[in-house]
């Protein structure tokens, strides 16, 4: 892709736990031409640093990498919001939530959210399986993109991205994104697993057939395998090469979106 200066962000990328994971990623980043990264946990039990080490990659790293922070919705307070604005994180991630994402309940923070300028990075559609789901109390449904209908709704200066176009929910995200102004979706997730699965032009072509459909949609690979971090980006290149997108529309999908609703300098 040709960005004409213009920065490539990965909106959407997890820190997981495993040796020199983010020396290698930088470098990763490097060969595939992604000049900063949005890190982020997803909670306990799913083998993810902590806000914390986000926190001191960005710090380390500032030109390169950019902290959402994690939000256990029913769980941390929404004092936890004011604590990670402060300390630098520039957007929230939110996971598995004790209840839907429409519950009022989560309004505090929803309402931090707006207040501070933090775009939301919503998990939506199936959650993976893991060892811990029991005790974690997974609920996929809770997760549907129609959960964040209403929240869109009662905090219209809020900017909510839709993790996964809502797997398998597809066109249920993709309809929000094109009824509300401030709802985007990323590029990653798909109905069979994985970032190569079930996606070509066309799967793009039915779901943002409307005018300025496709400048609702967010660069993000999900790795959580450094080692096919540029194969993911040159998949995702190719299918927009398929495309024929506009150049400014290219633009605003790997990197200008992301840095508006960021607000960076």
Not at 1 to 20: G, K, L, T
Not at 26 to 40: F, N
Not at 46 to 63: G, L, T
Not at 237 to 265: C, N, Q, S, V
Request: charged share 25%; net charge negative; aromatic share 10%.
């Amino acid at each position: 892709m040709d960005s004409n200066n213009s920065p490539v962000i990965d909106f959407h990328a997890h820190y997981p736990r495993q040796p020199d994971f983010l020396p290698r990623l930088l470098e990763e980043m490097d060969r595939a031409g992604v000049d900063r990264i949005c890190l982020c946990t997803a909670g306990e039990g799913v083998d993810m640093e902590p806000n914390e080490k986000v926190r001191e990659a960005f710090q380390q790293h500032p030109d390169r990498i950019i902290g959402l922070g994690f939000v256990q919705l029913g769980g941390d307070p929404p004092e936890l919001v004011d604590e990670l604005h402060g300390q630098g994180f520039r957007g929230l991630k939110l996971h598995n939530p004790y209840s839907g994402y429409d519950d009022k309940a989560f309004y505090p923070v929803y309402e931090r959210a707006e207040r501070y300028g933090m775009p939301v990075l919503f998990h939506t559609g199936i959650s993976m399986r893991t060892p811990a789901d029991r005790k974690r109390d997974v609920n996929s449904d809770r997760m549907r993109p129609i959960r964040v209908d209403a929240v869109a709704r009662v905090f219209p200066q809020m900017s909510l991205v839709l993790a996964h176009l809502g797997v398998p929910w597809h066109e249920e995200a993709s309809t929000l994104a094109r009824l509300h102004p401030n709802i985007y979706v990323d590029l990653t997730g798909a109905a069979s697993g994985g970032w190569r699965a079930n996606k070509n032009a066309d799967f793009y072509r039915y779901h943002f057939w409307w005018p300025g459909g496709f400048e609702k949609i967010l660069f993000g690979t999900d790795i959580l395998k450094v080692e096919e971090y540029v194969a993911a980006k040159r998949w995702h290149d190719g299918i927009f090469a398929d495309l024929h997108l506009p150049a400014d529309t290219m633009r605003k999908i790997y990197g200008e979106t992301a840095a508006r609703l960021l607000r960076l300098p």
